[in-house]
Structure formats: structure tokens, C-alpha cells
């Protein structure tokens, strides 16, 4: 759950080598899915997603979100800059032959939605903590411009975060 909106909770599932990412994408965009599909390798902790996902929730209880829907509104949380297209790009689902994806649901007490990306999502769903294998840290440098100096003071996680944070 989240702090400042209990009643809303999170479940993120984790899957690897998803050959089938050009359909997913097409079931997030005509409604069949409704979860955030993110590119597991922007993603360096679970945390980064859950400020992610704060903020889209608390912009949508204010109607006051820049996309069109609270998961599109997550992968634009996660980006450092202000282009909607380009924060889809980079952290939404890619059309490669073989991709990690993390899925975030909202609202999925009985796993019913999970089950239903689940059917869809021609991979392996692993156990979330081996998201830490599974980041490309040098793509994560680069888009949020990190230089070494900024991360010997503070890691790649909260780099990232107090970037997304401030944007």
C-alpha cells in the first residue's frame, strides 16, 4: 500500500526473456492490459518504482496528470525529462526479441490482473529481487547524466530518485 493513499496497493511481478513485446504493447494501448509494463533495465530497485508510482497516483486522485492514464503516468515519472514520447521509449516495453519486463498493477488484492498479464506475457516471471542482474547501469548513467563525482557521493538509486523527484 501506499503511505499517502492506503487504499490503493502495488504488486510488481517480474519476467524474463519476453519475446512478445509489439503485442503486449498493442494490449496496453487498445485498454486489454492495464498495468505499467517498464523495461526491467531502467530500473535499479523496486523503490524507484513505488516513487514512480506514488506521484502517478497522487496526480491522478488530482487530475492533474500529464498522460492519459495512471500507468502511462508511472513510466513518465520514471524518466528525468519532460517528453512523454521519450520516457516511453526508454522505459516502456521495446519491440526486441527478447526483453525483461517489470509489471505494475494497482488495486490486485486477488492477483486477478496479474493472472491476466500473466496469460499474455510470453516469458518467465522470476523472483522480483533479481532485478539487481538485471539493470544496465551504464544506460541508466547516460539518460540521467550522471557524472562519477554525483555517484561516489550517492548511488545510482538515489541519483535517480532525487532526479525523478525534482523533475
Do not use: W
Request: charged fraction near 25%; aromatic fraction near 6%; glycine fraction near 6%.
Amino acid at each position: 500500500t501506499l503511505d499517502l493513499y492506503p487504499d490503493t496497493t502495488v504488486t510488481m511481478a517480474l519476467f524474463s526473456q519476453v519475446t512478445n513485446g509489439a503485442e503486449i504493447r498493442r494490449k496496453i494501448t487498445d485498454g486489454t492490459i492495464a498495468a505499467a509494463v517498464i523495461n526491467a533495465q531502467m530500473i535499479c530497485d523496486p523503490f524507484q518504482v513505488l516513487v514512480a508510482v506514488n506521484k502517478a497516483v497522487h496526480l491522478d486522485k488530482l487530475d492533474r496528470k500529464k498522460t492519459k492514464t495512471v500507468f502511462g503516468e508511472i513510466l513518465f515519472n520514471l524518466s528525468p525529462g519532460n517528453n512523454i514520447l521519450a520516457a516511453y521509449q526508454k522505459f516502456g516495453v521495446q519491440d526486441a526479441k527478447s526483453q525483461d519486463l517489470l509489471v505494475v498493477l494497482l488495486n490486485d488484492p486477488k492477483g486477478q490482473q496479474l493472472e491476466q498479464v500473466y496469460s499474455i506475457i510470453q516469458g518467465t516471471r522470476i523472483p522480483l529481487e533479481s532485478l539487481r542482474d538485471i539493470v544496465d547501469e551504464q544506460k541508466i548513467i547516460k539518460l540521467f547524466k550522471i557524472p562519477d563525482a554525483e555517484r561516489k557521493v550517492g548511488g545510482l538509486l538515489d541519483v535517480g530518485v532525487c532526479r525523478m523527484a525534482t523533475k
